[in-house]
């Protein structure tokens, strides 16, 4: 049965690409011209496709017509790292993602922090109920087999980062009461407006869909390239959901199902930057094209240490530095984050260079060898503990570079961690764990610990592993984990109350505010109180 819903916001990337939009001075209520109906436009598995494709390049494109300076996950996966306190700022800057590491943009319901997901991924759900339903009128094919996999993983995955975002999470709360977000299932009038539904219907929901999208992908043709989803994919993203609710023999299973095809990447592709979807461990990635690039609003302006914008030479990123204590000497990973690093923001002799340099000759060439292993510019600031693992692949430029999605070792992390929670598996996770961490340290043995101990070495492997690729604010959430940067590196001045926070059982500040502009347009929505 289809669900219809009034003041969403969905405009819709079907009428993007094909021309088919309306500008509406109404931010819930864009929706297409009279000019060509949805039914003609998606009339055909090639015009299918094409919506498809438009939904792909809404992860990394610019959209002018809510908030023009975001980028899809090029925005998103900064989101979820930069509040979460493993990857750090230096400075202010210029101000991008200030008020989110300070806490005050996603707990405010007029803030484009709130504002951006709920579009976004209410958006791409509209544009995959647009072909779900119109393929009910085609015959079916292996190549609508394709699309129709790739279109309910869609409306899955975006369902759950809204439920992420904007609910209590799953094991903390009660979710048979909880309120999640609305589900969408149509995108035709007469336009009501939906009430919030429960975290438990949203998951089941998020369940169904990539139940479908895994049967639709058993049949289907293969995938064009890897910035399309397939059934890994799918699979991954169910390891990911199962995980999240605490269902582990079903994440142990589709992380190890999601993986089989891919082979872990080597210590030199590691270490050559993660900006290109050639790598062989990547799972699922934006392919940027270069005429779409976001230019200074992609994840590597925010994120890389040497792309070549304001707010990289004004606000180096790097690591907690409690974190980088976690990792063995031996681990390669730790090669990627320069402890020495000399600060550029401090005389020679002073600041976090007090005591480190006899001479302003030796802070000067301490200076020009880390500019050549960071393959940074003379304006770029630097400071210890810097970052190296995002990289512009060709020195300090703006050129686009790929984005990454799900790769590998993400599933190697869910099965291990999903085996040692359901007790009696130990082993099997140990030997998970090791299968994975021995790649990245030569000097890695076979873990012996078990329960709760080995749940937590796996944990810290996952904020090593998956560090600045969006990860880490989920996983305080299902892990109900306080924040305290204390002793991170982070500045109490620049940080404020992202300092220290509660864990979310205790503090409901996690949970991102519903939209004022969803709110003042839906009577039927209510805010998180």
């Given at each position: 049965?289809k ?12 009428a ?11 931010f ?84 484009n ?10 958006n ?166 270069t ?66 340099y ?103 492997q ?32 620049l ?20 939209p ?14």
């Open positions: 049965m669900t219809t819903y009034k003041n969403l916001v969905y405009s819709l990337v079907l993007m690409v094909l021309g088919l939009s309306s500008c509406s001075d109404d819930l209520q864009t929706v297409p011209t009279d000019a060509v109906s949805t039914d003609i436009a998606l009339g055909s598995t090639e015009n299918m496709m094409l919506a498809i494709n438009g939904i792909h390049r809404t992860l990394y494109a610019q959209n002018p017509e809510i908030i023009r300076f975001y980028a899809g996950e090029q925005y998103m996966i900064p989101m979820a790292e930069f509040a979460a306190g493993d990857a750090l700022h230096s400075a202010a800057g210029n101000g991008w993602f200030r008020t989110v590491a300070q806490w005050t943009s996603h707990t405010d319901a007029t803030s922090d709130v504002t951006y997901p709920w579009w976004y991924y209410y791409i759900i509209g544009s995959a109920n647009n072909i779900i339903n119109a393929a009910e009128s085609l015959q079916m094919s292996d190549d609508l087999h394709n699309i129709l996999g790739q279109a309910y993983t869609y409306r899955a995955w975006a369902h759950f980062n809204l439920v992420r975002f904007f609910a209590k999470a799953y094991m903390i709360g009660d979710p048979d009461t909880d309120l999640g977000v609305p589900i969408m299932l149509a995108t035709e009038p007469p336009y009501e407006g939906l009430a919030r539904n429960t975290v438990t219907e949203v998951y089941n929901q998020i369940k169904t869909d990539l139940t479908d999208a895994i049967t639709h992908f058993a049949d289907a043709s293969p995938r064009a390239d890897i910035s399309h989803l397939n059934v890994d994919v799918a699979k991954g993203i169910a390891a990911r959901v199962y995980l999240t609710i605490g269902e582990w023999a079903n994440a142990a299973k589709y992380a190890n199902e999601a993986r089989e095809e891919y082979s872990l990447m080597s210590e030199a592709q590691f270490k050559a930057g993660f900006n290109t979807v050639d790598n062989p461990e990547w799972m699922w990635g934006s392919k940027v094209i005429d779409q690039t976001a230019y200074f609003w992609s994840y590597f302006y925010y994120t890389s240490n040497n792309f070549n914008g304001s707010q990289n030479r004004s606000n180096p990123k790097f690591m907690n530095h409690k974190l980088y204590d976690m990792m063995s000497e031996t681990d390669y990973r730790r090669d990627l984050i320069l402890k020495d690093c000399p600060s550029t923001f401090s005389a020679w002799d002073k600041g976090e260079n007090a005591g480190r006899a001479s302003k000759e030796e802070y000067d060439a301490a200076v020009k060898t880390y500019r050549g292993i960071i393959g940074n510019s003379s304006t770029h600031n630097m400071v210890p503990y810097l970052h190296i693992k995002l990289q512009q692949s060709d020195g300090a430029t703006i050129t686009p570079m790929d984005v990454i999605h799900m790769r590998a070792a993400e599933m190697y992390l869910i099965e291990a961690e999903a085996l040692a929670r359901q007790g009696g598996k130990d082993a099997e996770a140990q030997s998970v764990l090791y299968d994975l961490v021995s790649v990245r340290d030569e000097g890695y043995t076979k873990s012996t610990n078990t329960g709760q101990a080995l749940v937590n070495e796996i944990l810290t996952r904020r090593i592993e998956l560090f600045l690729e969006g990860h880490r604010w989920f996983d305080m959430l299902r892990n109900d984990e306080t924040l305290d940067l204390a002793g991170s590196g982070a500045n109490p001045d940080y404020l109350e992202g300092m220290y926070e509660d864990k979310p059982s205790m503090n409901d500040r996690w949970i991102f505010r519903i004022q502009r969803e709110l003042n347009a839906n009577p039927n929505m209510v805010q998180n109180d």
